[in-house]
């Protein structure tokens, strides 16, 4: 698993992710669940749909 996340990119990430949580939060909902994977790939620096595309956001 090749890291293919930046840092601006996980910054990004950790911002929708906290979105998208609070808003399940507030409201009562389910769908704040989604928050997990944001968070997961901003944490792992690895996201799964940048590698059929070979995109890369992370300085060598």
Same mark, same amino acid.
């Given at each position: 698993?090749? +890291?293919? !996340?930046?840092? !601006?990119? +996980? /910054? /990004? &990430? $950790?911002?929708?992710?906290? !979105?998208?949580?609070?808003?399940?939060?507030? #409201?009562?909902?389910?769908?704040? $669940? /989604?928050?997990?994977i944001?968070?997961?790939?901003? %944490?792992v620096?690895?996201?799964?749909? #940048?590698?059929? %595309?070979? /995109?890369?956001? &992370?300085?060598?």
């Amino acid at each position: 698993m090749k +890291k293919n !996340v930046g840092s !601006v990119d +996980k /910054i /990004i &990430r $950790l911002v929708i992710g906290f !979105v998208i949580a609070i808003l399940g939060i507030i #409201y009562q909902s389910w769908w704040g $669940l /989604i928050a997990v994977i944001p968070f997961f790939t901003a %944490f792992v620096s690895w996201c799964p749909l #940048y590698v059929p %595309f070979k /995109i890369s956001t &992370r300085k060598e």
